[in-house]
């Protein structure tokens, strides 16, 4: 497991400002839990874009790890602006 500044403990580094996290779900065993696609910025900006159960998935395939790097892509050349709009219209949903 690694950490990154204020972001918390993430599983995997799976490159293109794409992480893989667990998330326990209440009740449940690790075959129980689930795991979550972000797109990680350092300091500035993460982006849930993916979510699964493990036991559903055990993991994602290489051709959804390849759309989720253009994604992150897209993503993380949106403006401050183009953020706020986003959230604005319903696109998004800011967590804080």
Not at 10 to 35: C, M, N, P, Q, T
Not at 54 to 78: M, Q, T
Request: glycine share 10%; aromatic share 8%.
């Amino acid at each position: 497991m690694r950490r990154i500044g204020n972001f918390g403990i993430f599983e995997a580094d799976l490159g293109g400002h794409i992480i893989k996290k667990r998330v326990r779900f209440e009740g449940k065993g690790k075959r129980g839990s689930g795991r979550t696609i972000i797109c990680f910025k350092k300091e500035q900006t993460a982006v849930f874009i993916h979510g699964f159960a493990k036991n559903e998935c055990s993991d994602i395939s290489d051709k959804e790890l390849k759309a989720f790097k253009i994604l992150a892509k897209v993503l993380l050349s949106l403006s401050d602006k183009e953020l706020d709009i986003a959230i604005q219209n319903g696109n998004f949903t800011e967590l804080k």
